[in-house]
């Protein structure tokens, strides 16, 4: 089976997949727009592709598209999912966010994400979702097929695991981890708030910040209890932040971006737990029911709620044994395989 995976620029989800179908043998080409990952993300090889192609236009790609089995698009945006349609060959779109529930003041360009998105999920002959709550919407927005869409997590690497857990820092106190992306700009990753809420309370804060929001983290209020570190690598960072105790999934909640965030099944949340640390989400309902049916955090409704929660927390961090919980790609990928093959079956397998 001929792959081709398609996106603006290869993110972690895209690159560790391409990883793990190649260690079954998968030949995985890249079509991108803007970059390969090897200029992103410091320390990943773009090796884990057969090739990456850059193409400067959707005719471009829908050339190159037609000596493939299988398209595999990633996005956001979706409007390459779209463009490729009808090329005639399957075309799996893997949807990372539902983009229309994203709170956009912009009614006109609201207009064209929805337009997009609906031709995206109803065109393409197989979807995949980060979470069960994006397949949920999907089916009631777009009345799109279970059985031709699948829910894939965004799991950690299997190679990044370190096979035992570095020392504790030694440092005194409770010591939080966040690393990812941030904003100061009044976004949902605007988090100068919840961090400030934390170092008031006498709780050291870690930020790795991805390489593209380092500008930000140096805006954060500064306070002895914040530390702000340099970017790592992502085949670095399970092992880097298995020294703190906790992991935090922060959100800037409004009542307007709400079920934009209930989706949210961010790559930190296996990430943290892979580093054996417990995790600190709020009460979003994909994240929610994950740290519920699996006793791996707590979830909060207000920051202020955290100091009090931290027993609770070290109690968990030293019973639950949540690395149980890190499930990986390369553990679940035979299901993707498993579903490349039931869409390229239906559609019928290019001559």
Known sequence: ????????????????????????????DLAYTISTASRIYS???????????????EEELKELACNYDLVHSHNEPDNLTVALLPVGVPVIHDSHDMISL?????????????????AAHRGAAGRVYVSDYMLKVAVERYNVDPQKSIVFENYVD??????????HTAEEGTHIIYQGSLSIRGTHRDYSS??????????????????????????LQKSSYLHLH?????????????????????????????????????????????AGLP????????????????????????????PARLDELTTIRNTANVRRFARSYQEEIMRLIDFYDLIVSSKGRKK
């Not at 895209?14 to 179908?21: D, E, H, Q, S, V």
């Not at 592709?49 to 236009?57: D, E, L, P, Q, T």
């Not at 992502?234 to 209930?262: C, H, K, M, S």
């Not at 709020?282 to 955290?306: M, V």
């Open 279 to 306: 995790v600190i989400a709020p009460r979003l309902y994909s994240l929610e029911k994950f740290i519920c049916s699996t006793n791996a955090g707590i979830i909060y409704d207000h920051p202020a709620e955290i």
């Open 194 to 219: 919840i961090f400030s809420s934390l170092n008031a309370a006498g709780i050291h804060l870690h930020v790795y910040p991805t390489p593209n929001r380092v500008k930000f983290a140096n805006l």
């Open 43 to 57: 320390g990943l090889s773009d090796d884990v592709y057969a090739r990456c192609i850059k193409v400067g236009s």
């Open 1 to 28: 089976m001929k792959i081709l995976f398609v996106q603006k620029y290869p993110c972690i989800r895209n690159w560790k997949m391409a990883r793990a179908l190649k260690a079954k043998g998968f030949n995985v």
């Open 102 to 118: 994203r709170p956009n003041p912009d009614k006109k360009a609201q207009k064209k994400v929805e337009l997009l998105e609906d």
């Open 230 to 274: 340099k970017p790592v690598s992502p085949l670095r960072i399970i092992e880097e932040i298995a020294q703190y105790d906790f992991g935090i999934i922060p959100f800037n909640i409004t009542p307007q971006n709400r079920v934009f965030l209930n989706q949210s099944m961010p790559n930190k949340l296996f990430e943290y737990l892979a």
């Open 158 to 167: 299997d190679n990044d695991i370190p096979a035992s857990l570095p020392p």
